[in-house]
């Protein structure tokens, strides 16, 4: 049973960095063929993809918020990070690191966090 925990910080402040970390229980991140995600939702909304880092180490974002996101991960501690810049009180969300499985046919999510709320204000 693969575990994924997501910390950090549940207030920021307006121009700041948001940083949350990942820390994966249960199976290795760098296992063959997996993505690890990082997903959020806001108050009120839908989910919104934001950006993953493969079992290789490449990442991929979001074209909305490529300017802002970085995915990076540290093997020796089988942790993912996510690093969000210049937030505003639009950035309020719930977010979620999941572990992304995919086949020829199609993509889903087959293991997620509980999620943790960062709230941008001053």
């Known amino acids: 049973q693969v575990q994924l925990v997501e910390s950090g910080p549940g207030l920021v402040k307006p121009s700041q960095t948001l940083s949350l970390t990942c820390t994966v229980a249960?199976?290795?991140?760098?296992?063959?063929?997996?993505?690890w995600t990082w997903i959020r939702q806001p108050p009120g909304k839908g989910l919104e993809w934001m950006g993953a880092i493969t079992y290789s180490g490449s990442a991929y974002y979001s074209p909305s918020l490529k300017s802002r996101t970085s995915v990076s991960r540290d093997t020796s501690k089988n942790q993912l990070t996510l690093q969000l810049t210049s937030v505003t009180p639009e950035d309020t969300a719930v977010y979620y690191c999941?572990?992304?499985?995919?086949?020829?046919?199609?993509?889903?999510?087959?293991?997620w966090g509980k999620g943790t709320l960062v709230t941008v204000s001053s």
């Open positions: 249960g199976g290795s991140i760098t296992a063959d063929s997996y993505y």
């Open positions: 999941a572990r992304e499985s995919r086949n020829t046919w199609s993509v889903w999510m087959d293991y």
